[in-house]
């Protein structure tokens, strides 16, 4: 089993900044891929943005510029450093975390991030 705990959520005024971290824990040798997410009310959960193993980023084409996915492989943390940030970056972030031995995916809880106009 693989634990994700997020945290550096919060409410922001557009064009803010903020730093959400994800820090996993428990059975993770077979984790490589790490993302986050994230859900608006009504609407379904989308990438935000993703890191594998060796590095390589994903992007959102809604958050290329302004986002930032990095990974601490000796803390087993990923970040994801947000800037200019729009109220339609209003929602709540995931984490998620993809072993490729078990083939399981894993999901923090969430955190809410709000921006304000």
């Known amino acids: 089993q693989v634990q994700l705990v997020e945290s550096g959520g919060g409410a922001v005024q557009a064009g803010g900044s903020l730093r959400l971290s994800c820090a996993a824990s428990?059975?993770?040798?077979?984790?490589?891929?790490m993302g986050w997410y994230h859900q608006a009310p009504g609407k379904q959960r989308e990438l935000v943005a993703a890191i594998t193993g060796g590095g390589s980023t994903n992007y959102a084409d809604s958050v290329k510029g302004r986002f930032t996915i990095s990974r601490d492989n000796a803390r087993d943390t990923v970040y994801l450093q947000m800037n200019s940030l729009k109220p339609e970056d209003t929602a709540v972030y995931y984490c998620n975390a993809d072993d490729r031995l078990s083939h399981l995916s894993y999901w923090g809880q969430g955190t809410q991030v709000t921006v304000s106009s």
């Open positions: 428990g059975i993770i040798f077979g984790i490589n891929a």
